[in-house]
């Protein structure tokens, strides 16, 4: 039976010597089968494991669709029960913030200012200050995130390794639709056109992992998101496997960035990168 909670107090009392390994999903509502395939690996580990579902107003930046984003929650409550969640925590704002915005927040370093974050200014500090508050709140031993967000990912791995948080973080592989669109809540937003637009990224991603060689890689990618005039492109990026500078050989990231109509959506793939190739 899965249970939904709203306040810190019924957290706590829902908690109260729960036997076993604890593992949270931590979600902005919305959920789709990413998230489904989250609670799933954590279900086949832990004994007890949590949804969170809230919208974090911290990590909208000015313009950015914190009031459009879509609340689901009965939906989300019926696909956490189908998947076997023992609890869903929903709180409100002043629940997760009752003495109004921090003025104490997590700061993500120089990766935090990079790609995501040197196109979204705050977002990273607004996310880490709320997973943070979360981990501790569900008193989490292990918390699963999916690779879609691949530099959410890597941040709070780095978070809770400096910080030498009481907690491991699991990255899950991307969950795409058939066509090999990454699956995100704001997809919900795109029009018919638009989202053949979209499948322009995947398939550059594609196409850049197919080459070995770093130029090779760019180019390829590149190729294909040029040919497609629905997408505006934000950054296309091939880095290190933990976002630093692309080796000359061996496992690196292909992310990319980039705006379709007025919805911004990100992608990324693992590759492996080899000299002289």
Not at 77 to 85: H, I, K, T
Not at 92 to 119: F, K, Q
Not at 136 to 146: I, K, P
């Amino acid at each position: 039976m899965t249970v939904l909670v709203h306040t810190r107090a019924d957290l706590a009392s829902a908690l109260h010597a729960v036997p076993g390994e604890i593992a949270v999903v931590m979600t902005m509502g919305a959920l789709h089968e990413g998230h489904r395939q989250l609670m799933r690996v954590a279900r086949e580990r832990a004994a007890f494991v949590v949804v969170t579902v809230f919208v974090n107003p911290l990590q909208f930046g000015p313009g950015e669709d914190y009031e459009k984003y879509p609340r689901t929650l009965e939906d989300d409550v019926a696909a956490c029960r189908a998947e076997g969640a023992d609890l869903v925590f929903a709180p409100a704002r002043d629940d997760v913030y009752p003495h109004g915005a921090p003025s104490v927040t997590m700061h993500p370093g120089a990766l935090g200012e990079i790609l995501e974050g040197a196109s979204r200014p705050g977002h990273f500090s607004g996310m880490l200050t709320v997973v943070e508050k979360l981990l501790l709140l569900t008193r989490a031993d292990v918390a699963y995130f999916g690779e879609k967000d691949f530099q959410q990912l890597a941040l709070i791995r780095r978070m809770a390794r400096d910080l030498e948080l009481p907690v491991e973080i699991v990255g899950v592989p991307t969950v795409r639709e058939e066509d090999g669109l990454a699956l995100s809540s704001r997809n919900r937003y795109l029009s018919p056109d638009q989202r053949r637009s979209a499948l322009a990224l995947s398939r550059a991603l594609r196409e850049g992992a197919a080459h070995s060689d770093p130029g090779a890689v760019l180019a390829a990618a590149h190729k294909i998101l040029a040919e497609e005039p629905g997408v505006r492109l934000d950054y296309l990026a091939l880095t290190g496997a933990d976002l630093g500078p692309a080796p000359d050989e061996g496992p690196a990231r292909l992310l990319v960035a980039a705006r379709v109509g007025t919805t911004r959506l990100i992608d990324n793939v693992p590759l492996t990168l080899l000299k002289g190739a």
